[in-house]
């Protein structure tokens, strides 16, 4: 398994600023994936990052808006650019054991845009 | 892309077995079953994954039917920390960056004491 450490884990935010999330695995993983999820509603992925490559967004999350970096194999960072109301979510974390499939995911980073 | 569909909302007795059924009629032949759940105030865990064969492990059981359109998570005997959200996901064999991970809407499960 992995252990997964997000920061910070909760914050509260101007309309109009970025705020950047980090993500710690205690391992070396090649695929991270980011995931918002919203008041009362499922995740949804917004992007995978391979470390060493462009991240691959998903339909209706675009890179200048969710910028993200992933430096080495066991941190990747998440910045949420010219915030709203509307990005107030959670936004997850998320590693996957590539032999088992298995996913771990972060506690999360619970946002809120005034 | 294969969808699931789920109850939305499950309520079970304390000790007693819970079966929460996933419908996925579009599935394909390279798509693995993932179940997870989501306890309050935290991501989701793993519970268990297969592919054709019924599966077992310490937390649940997951039988998958013989046309995999759909399949059944089985928790034995539910307790109170079983209160939680569970997800039926499909998740394509093979490692590439383009693979999608799609959470559906899940199953939120309460247990009565």
């Known amino acids: 398994s992995a252990v997964i450490s997000q920061k910070p884990s909760r914050d509260i935010c101007q309309r109009g600023t970025s705020l950047t999330i980090q993500c710690q695995v205690d391992?070396?993983?090649?695929?991270m994936f980011w995931y918002r999820q919203q008041p009362g509603q499922s995740l949804t992925l917004i992007a995978t990052?391979?470390?060493?490559?462009?991240?691959?967004?998903e339909s209706g999350f675009v890179i200048d808006k969710f910028p993200i970096s992933r430096p080495n194999l066991t941190f990747s960072t998440l910045t949420v650019s010219n915030m709203s109301p509307e990005d107030s979510s959670i936004y997850l974390c998320?590693?996957?054991?590539?032999?088992?499939?298995?996913?771990?995911f972060g506690p999360g980073t619970r946002l809120t845009v005034t | 892309d294969a969808k699931t569909t789920q109850p939305n909302s499950m309520e079970s007795n304390e000790e007693e077995p819970v079966h929460l059924p996933c419908n996925h009629s579009?599935?394909?032949?390279?798509?693995?079953i993932h179940w997870y759940r989501q306890l309050p105030s935290q991501g989701p865990e793993y519970v268990i994954h297969?592919?054709?064969s019924n599966v077992n492990n310490r937390m649940a059981s997951l039988a998958i039917a013989e046309d995999r359109k759909s399949s059944t998570l089985i928790l034995h005997r539910a307790t109170l920390r079983d209160a939680a959200v569970y997800y039926c996901?499909?998740?394509?064999?093979?490692?590439?960056?383009?693979?999608?991970?799609?959470f559906g809407s899940g199953t939120r499960l309460s247990i009565r004491p």
């Open positions: 990052a391979n470390q060493g490559s462009e991240a691959t967004y």
């Open positions: 579009t599935i394909s032949g390279t798509d693995y």
């Open positions: 996901i499909l998740r394509k064999y093979g490692y590439s960056s383009a693979s999608k991970i799609i």
């Open positions: 998320s590693v996957e054991n590539p032999s088992s499939y298995e996913q771990y």
């Open positions: 297969g592919l054709t």
């Open positions: 391992s070396q993983v090649t695929m």
